[in-house]
């Protein structure tokens, strides 16, 4: 296995094929024709160099993901209407369920009311180069392709993200609270609880519309142009399986590790591309030891640190990969950390692969948890010149590295 070389003509490469993607096709919300037409150029450009090339078709309700936000403000609206009736039975009824759908489409990612919101179609792109021998192990190289929705409260004063957040469901667990304290105290006392109680939490949860019904403007209904998040993680890829495959031809190529270039669909709307591809590849995956080497949002080096969790912390990943890629990074001379995600920030594709107990780290580079982010993240700022050249190429380096060390540990 001979030594790949990075230098900055590689660097400029990648964030040249990301502007044009961009200028070609614009934003690429999941399912719209502009996130198909630039999957079926990667899938192109993934052909000219990879031994097999797949676009992988699976339905996605893409809306969903942050129509629940929506569909929560409404049915805390019409528990206040119920508070004001004193039918407070009806209002923790629908405020549970409000806070069920929120648990499992957010907290957890989880496909719960998907089916009320519109089907579209969704594409992976998949591009495979076989080792020289016996296949042994594979490793997916992987970001993706749709950018995300613009997020409203990073454009409108942004350093009160958290506290709308934050107060908002806040609001929200407190009128679940108190509205089945009342109906608890109604049940036990067979009369309406003490009017200071029940005048007092109608006020309150009135009031709290103020910040409650912002959440209904969380999101545009338009697009990132999406540099940095997340598609100059697929073109990282894409360079990095163009540097193994120029190896193969030279007849220094993996020995036996197979090479995955992957672009998912779908992460901003619930990871729902990366879901498709591990349900599809799960026998493959647990056959021979497989290991996802994520991306998502390389913006500037300074801030590079690799997951320990995913999905809210909701699910583990590899702290032994993770590990791994930390300290060839060190050795490379790019200073890492090791995170677990932070409560509340979402979640990452590689959080799809830990799931089911396949080794999976991501690669992240930019301040994220609360109001502490890069302000290109979800914002129109989202463009080619928000990316360090410098975090590009220390993650070409990184991963070069990582898969050349997996296929030597073989022989």
């Given amino acids: 296995m001979g030594e790949i070389q990075i230098n900055s003509t590689d660097t400029n490469d990648v964030l040249q094929f990301t502007g044009q993607i961009i200028e070609k096709f614009g934003p690429r919300l999941t399912g719209d024709t502009s996130t198909k037409k630039a999957a079926d150029l990667l899938k192109n450009e993934f052909g000219k160099y990879c031994d097999s090339t797949e676009l992988q078709e699976f339905d996605v309700h893409p809306k969903t993901f942050l129509g629940w936000i929506k569909l929560l403000v409404i049915i805390f609206t019409i528990g206040i209407i119920f508070l004001w009736l004193d039918q407070a039975l009806i209002t923790a009824i629908g405020i549970t369920i409000g806070i069920i759908i929120m648990i499992m489409e957010f907290f957890l990612y989880y496909e719960f009311v998907d089916f009320l919101w519109k089907k579209k179609k969704g594409y992976n792109v998949i591009g495979k180069i076989e080792p020289k021998d016996e296949v042994k192990q594979q490793i997916i190289i992987s970001g993706h392709i749709d950018s995300a929705y613009i997020f409203n409260f990073f454009i409108h004063q942004p350093k009160l993200y958290a506290l709308k957040v934050m107060g908002g469901i806040g609001f929200v667990v407190l009128m679940f609270l108190g509205s089945w304290v009342w109906v608890i105290i109604q049940a036990f006392t067979g ?52 540097k193994f495959s120029e190896q193969k031809k030279s007849g220094k190529g993996l020995k036996n590790t197979r090479l995955v270039i992957a672009g998912w669909d ?82 990452t594709d590689a959080g799809e692969f830990g799931r089911y107990g396949i080794e999976a780290t991501t690669l992240v580079a930019m301040p994220w948890g609360g109001n502490d982010r890069y302000d290109a993240y979800h914002t129109p700022k989202d463009v080619v010149s928000a990316i360090e050249p410098e975090v590009v190429e220390a993650s070409l380096k990184i991963i070069c590295e990582y898969i050349t060390k997996k296929d030597m540990e073989l022989n």
């Fill in 266 to 347: 779908g992460e901003e709307c619930g990871l729902r591309g990366a879901r498709a591809y591990v349900k599809k590849n799960l026998a493959e995956m647990k056959a021979i030891p497989t290991f996802n080497f994520n991306m998502d949002c390389p913006y500037l080096l300074k801030d590079l640190f690799f997951l320990t969790s995913d999905v809210n912390c909701s699910v583990k990943l590899s702290e032994n990969m993770a590990m791994e890629c930390k300290e060839i990074s060190d050795k490379l001379g790019y200073p890492a950390t090791l995170k677990p995600i932070e409560f509340l920030t979402g979640g």
């Fill in 191 to 242: 009369a309406l609880p003490a009017t200071g109680f029940s005048l007092t939490f109608k006020i309150l949860m009135t009031v709290s519309l103020i910040l409650v019904v912002q959440l209904y403007f969380f999101s545009s209904s338009k697009g990132t142009p999406g540099a940095g998040d997340n598609l100059v993680s697929v073109c990282i890829a894409d360079k990095v399986g163009k």
